[in-house]
C-alpha cells in the first residue's frame, strides 16, 4: 500500500479527506493569556492538566473538548517534570505550530493554528526520577480528547488514501474513521457488494473516539468498507479501508533454517538463512551463534521482513534474518544456530556447514 504524502497535489476529490498543509498564519483568538498559576492550585484533584482560558484563568478538563479549527489552544500539568502525549501526526510532520515547554512549576503545550487533523488525546503525566530510571507516576496524571471540529473535513484526515486494517480472530479490531465534530452521525459501508453493515452495538460498535470497533473478526469481514459522516449538510466520504483477514497460530515464532550448502570449500561464499512465518503486525527479533563467535569472526547479518498473501483473504509476515559468511574458512566449520523471539516466546533452530 503506498502512503500518499499530505503535501501532495493529488486533486481533491469530493467528500475525501487529507490533511491540509498549514502555511498561511492566522493571528490565535482571543486575549493574551497571563503568565500566573490557578488560584486552586493546592487544589488535591487527580488530574493535574489545566486549560489556560482569557484573563489569566484556568478551567480543568473534562473528558472531552471541542473547540473550531482555527483556534490556539493551551494546557498545563503542574509539575516540574511532566512528559505529554498527542496525536502522532505531530511527530510525523514535525509541526511548528505545537510547542512544548517545561516550566519551574508546570509544563506547558501549547497548540496554534489547530486544524481537523489535530483531533485527539492530549494527556500528561508527572514523571517520577531516581538518577537516569524515571517512571511514570499513576496518580498524577491528566487526559482530554479534543475534537477540532471543520464543517469541510467531517473525518480526521490522513496522510494516505488507503488503509490496511488486519482482522485477528483473538483480538478487536478497529477501523480508525475518526470525526472531527461528536455529534456526526456516523456509518459504515461495504463497497462490494455495496451495502450498509450494521451496527449492533454488540459485535461491531461505533466509538466516537476511536471509529467502527469490531468485537470478534472473522473472515466474513473481509473486503473494502468506507465510513459515511453526516452532520447539518452533504455526506462526506472517509478514505477506503482494505479488511484482511489473518489467522496464525499464537505462540513463539514459527521458525525454519536452511544454509546455502551444508558442504563448503575453502573460501567459498556460504549463506545461512533464518524463516519466521507469523502475523503481519508481531515483530520478531532475531540473534545469531556460530562457530567464528568467539575469535570475532566477521560476519554479515542482514534482517528483512514483507507480507505475503496466501489466498482466501489471509496475510502473512515473512521474517527473514541471514548471515553471511564471504570467505569460508576451517574456523567457520560447526553449527549455526538462530534463536528467533517474539512477544510469546522464543523458538532456537540450528543447522551444520562442514568443511570439504
Not at 505531530?90 to 483531533?119: E, H, P, V, W
Not at 462490494?192 to 473516539?209: H, Q
Not at 513463539?252 to 556460504?270: K, L, Q, Y
Request: hydrophobic share 30%.
Amino acid at each position: 500500500v503506498i502512503g500518499q504524502s499530505a503535501k501532495s497535489k493529488h486533486p481533491k476529490e469530493p467528500g475525501e479527506n487529507k490533511i491540509k498543509p498549514v502555511n498561511k498564519k492566522v493571528k490565535p483568538k482571543g486575549p493574551k493569556m497571563k503568565e500566573r498559576e490557578p488560584a486552586d492550585s493546592s487544589s488535591k484533584s487527580q488530574s493535574i492538566l489545566m486549560q489556560v482560558m482569557d484573563k489569566g484563568r484556568f478551567q480543568k478538563l473534562a473528558a472531552t473538548l471541542s473547540l473550531s479549527a482555527g483556534q490556539s489552544i493551551e494546557l498545563r500539568c503542574k509539575g516540574s517534570n511532566v512528559s505529554w502525549s498527542y496525536p502522532s501526526y505531530l511527530d510525523t510532520f514535525k509541526d511548528s505550530r505545537l510547542s512544548i515547554k517545561q516550566l519551574d512549576r508546570y509544563g506547558q503545550l501549547i497548540l496554534t493554528n489547530s486544524t481537523a487533523a489535530d483531533t485527539g488525546e492530549y494527556s500528561c503525566w508527572l514523571q517520577l526520577c531516581n538518577g537516569n530510571k524515571c517512571r511514570k507516576d499513576e496518580t498524577k496524571t491528566g487526559s482530554t480528547y479534543i475534537f477540532f471540529t471543520d464543517k469541510e473535513e467531517l473525518f480526521v484526515p490522513t496522510p494516505s488514501y488507503f488503509e490496511i486494517v488486519y482482522l485477528n480472530p483473538d483480538k478487536p479490531a478497529v477501523i480508525p474513521c475518526r470525526v472531527t465534530t461528536p455529534s456526526a452521525k456516523v456509518t459504515l459501508h461495504r463497497e462490494f457488494p455495496a451495502e450498509e453493515i450494521e451496527t449492533d452495538g454488540t459485535n461491531i460498535i461505533y466509538d466516537v473516539k476511536k471509529g467502527f470497533v469490531y468485537q470478534h473478526p472473522t473472515s466474513d469481514h473481509k473486503g473494502i468498507v468506507y465510513c459515511k459522516a453526516e452532520s447539518q449538510g452533504a455526506p462526506q466520504i472517509s478514505i477506503k479501508y482494505h479488511l484482511l483477514y489473518v489467522e496464525v497460530p499464537k505462540g513463539p515464532p514459527s521458525t525454519t533454517i536452511m544454509a546455502s550448502s551444508n558442504r563448503a570449500e575453502v573460501s567459498d561464499g556460504v549463506h545461512v538463512i533464518c524463516t519466521v512465518l507469523g502475523e503481519p503486525d508481531v515483530d520478531v527479533n532475531f540473534s545469531w551463534q556460530y562457530p567464528g563467535q568467539k575469535s570475532e569472526r566477521p560476519v554479515i547479518i542482514q534482517n528483512f521482513w514483507r507480507l505475503i498473501n496466501r489466498g482466501t483473504g489471509h496475510t502473512t509476515r515473512i521474517s527473514k534474518s541471514v548471515l553471511v559468511i564471504e570467505d569460508f574458512e576451517a574456523r567457520d566449520a560447526g553449527n549455526y544456530i538462530c534463536i528467533a523471539q517474539n512477544l510469546q516466546g522464543e523458538t532456537t533452530v540450528a543447522t551444520k556447514v562442514e568443511l570439504n
